[in-house]
C-alpha cells in the first residue's frame, strides 16, 4: 500500500497543471454556420483534454510557449479546415504576432500540443543536469530549440524595426542567428513567416567590423538580451508590405 503514494501524488499533481492550463490558455471552436470562430467560456473544472471531440475544430492559444494550435477532429470536411486555417492568424493576431500556428489531426498529434491538454508531461529543460547525459529524441531536441527561438522572434516583434533598416543578424549570448521574412502559401492563404536561423559555418578567432550594419543592443536590468545587426535599405529597395488581413482583399 505505501508504495501507491507516490503514483497518487503524481496523479494530483497532473490534475493541478491541467487546472492551471485551464486558466491561461484560450480556446476557440470553429463554427460551421457562420465560418468562423467563437471562443470558448471554459468552466474551471472541465480539461482541455476533455473538449477534443471528433467533429469539431478546435484553435488553442498556447501565450506560455507562444503557440497556437489548430486542432482537426475526425469527422471534419476539408471545408471546415480550409475555412479555419484561413481565419486562424487573425485570432493569432489577437495574442501576439510572433505566435507560431501549427495544426495537428486527431491522434496525430505533436508532443507539445499533448502537453498542453494535460496528456503528456512537459521535460523540465532548465533543470540542472545530475545524471547522464540526456539521450532525448530528435523532435524532443528540436521543440525545445524552436521555443527558444519563438520567445526571441517575440522579443524582436516587440522592439520592431526603425523605418529605412532590415534586421540582418541577431546575437543572442554567444549564439548567432541569421533572420529573414518569408511568405508562405498554406490551402490558398498567404502567411508571413519570421525566420531565425543559426549560422553552420565555423567563425575564426579575431576581431570583426559591422561593415555597413548598425549595431543595436537591448538591455534589461542592465544586462545585454541580445544584440540586432540591422542594414539602411536602399530607397529603391524598399518593399511595401501589406498586413495579413489585407492579402485576402
Known amino acids: 500500500m505505501p508504495d501507491e503514494e507516490p503514483t497518487n501524488g503524481n496523479n494530483k499533481k497532473k490534475d493541478d497543471n491541467a487546472t492551471r492550463q485551464n486558466q491561461t490558455i484560450t480556446v476557440y471552436q470553429f463554427n460551421d454556420e457562420i465560418g468562423d470562430f467563437e471562443e470558448l467560456i471554459i468552466d474551471p ?5 476533455d473538449l477534443l471531440h471528433d467533429d469539431f475544430v478546435l484553435l488553442f492559444v498556447d501565450p506560455q510557449h507562444f503557440r497556437v494550435w489548430l486542432w482537426h477532429g475526425y469527422n471534419t470536411t476539408t471545408r471546415m479546415k480550409f475555412i479555419a486555417a484561413k481565419m486562424a492568424p487573425a485570432i493569432r493576431d489577437k495574442h501576439g504576432f510572433a505566435f507560431k500556428i501549427t495544426a495537428v489531426d486527431q491522434d496525430n498529434e505533436m508532443h507539445g500540443f499533448l502537453v498542453m491538454i494535460g496528456l503528456a508531461e512537459e521535460i523540465d529543460y532548465d533543470q540542472a543536469q545530475t ?8 523532435e524532443d531536441l528540436e521543440l525545445l530549440e524552436v521555443l527558444s527561438r519563438e520567445k526571441i522572434l ?13 534586421r540582418k ?3 543572442v549570448k ?3 542567428f541569421g533572420y529573414r521574412e518569408y511568405e508562405r502559401n498554406y490551402q490558398g492563404i498567404v502567411i508571413r513567416e519570421k525566420q531565425l536561423f543559426p549560422f553552420k559555418e565555423e567563425i575564426e578567432d579575431g576581431n570583426y567590423l559591422a ?6 543592443i537591448l538591455f534589461s536590468y542592465s544586462n545585454v538580451v541580445l544584440t540586432e545587426l540591422l542594414q ?12 495579413l488581413k489585407d492579402l485576402d482583399a
Open 232 to 243: 539602411k535599405v536602399e530607397k529603391e529597395n524598399i518593399i511595401q508590405k501589406k498586413p
Open 169 to 171: 543578424m541577431v546575437i
Open 131 to 138: 545524471g547522464p547525459t540526456y539521450e532525448g529524441t530528435t
Open 154 to 166: 517575440l522579443i524582436l516583434e516587440k522592439a520592431g524595426i526603425p523605418d529605412g533598416y532590415e
Open 211 to 216: 561593415d555597413k550594419l548598425v549595431p543595436r
Open 45 to 49: 473544472d472541465v480539461k482541455l483534454k
Open 174 to 176: 554567444n549564439s548567432i
